[in-house]
């Protein structure tokens, strides 16, 4: 399967822990995205890369939460002292550079903050 | 600002055509798009249309583009148990580096099928 894989699937936690997710996008893929979704809502747009430059981070993002894509290729997503309002999906997507309108996405993490 | 807003359901019998419909306020979108979700999984890229464009046709799938309403419609033809799932609508904006960034989607539409 080539396309965007996140490990783990699902990750339930206490409140207070912390969590990394890890996303690997499509190959050859230069552009990476986290998104959140919470039940019964669209995917909240949280930041994105080109290659390993984070470029852009929504205001959703506080500072619990940091983002990295150390090589340019595979992303991690920590969450630092979850809460349980940090309980959603964990969307990631890639896009190829010669096609950046195009963003595939991966099956998520689903993280339960209990 | 960013807001994208749908409908949030909608029932068809299979074999009918299904219209989901999607208003967006921003102007400067660049790009908008259909995705599919089905139950516990990620996002499926239907089709999407660059906003100089007023009808993009693939398969059984017609967009239309209204620019001056900010309406978006996605038709399914001949609509199956399958198509059954979660539409999204996004809109993209050019970023100040000239290409696509972010997604902002809208709520969803949860489309039922019925035998």
């Known amino acids: 399967d080539t396309g965007v894989s996140q490990n783990p699937r699902h990750k339930i936690t206490k409140r207070g822990q912390n969590v990394t997710f890890r996303c690997d996008p499509i190959?050859?893929?230069?552009?990476l995205y986290w998104y959140r979704q919470t039940l019964g809502q669209g995917p909240e747009f949280l930041t994105y890369f080109q290659n390993e430059a984070q470029l852009e981070k929504s205001r959703l993002l506080s500072d619990r939460f940091s983002a990295e894509r150390p090589k340019g290729s595979f992303s991690t997503l920590e969450i630092q002292r979850t809460e349980q309002g940090d309980s959603a999906m964990y969307l990631c997507?890639?896009?190829?550079?010669?096609?950046?309108?195009?963003?595939?996405f991966g099956p998520g993490t689903r993280l339960t903050v209990t | 600002g960013e807001d994208v807003e749908q409908s949030l359901f909608l029932s068809v019998r299979e074999g009918d055509s299904s219209v989901i419909n999607c208003t967006y306020t921003d102007s400067s979108s660049t790009y908008l798009y259909w995705y599919k979700q089905e139950p516990g999984a990620g996002l499926q890229l239907l089709t999407y249309i660059f906003s100089n464009m007023d009808m993009k046709q693939d398969q059984r799938l017609t967009v239309l583009l209204n620019k001056k309403d900010k309406h978006l419609s996605l038709r399914i033809a001949d609509t199956q148990t399958g198509d059954s799932a979660i539409y999204f609508c996004?809109?993209?904006?050019?970023?100040?580096?000239?290409?696509?960034?972010?997604?902002?989607f809208g709520t969803g539409t949860r489309l039922q099928v019925t035998l």
């Open positions: 997507a890639s896009s190829f550079r010669d096609n950046p309108y195009e963003q595939y």
């Open positions: 190959s050859e893929h230069n552009r």
């Open positions: 996004a809109e993209s904006i050019e970023s100040s580096t000239g290409t696509a960034s972010k997604l902002t």
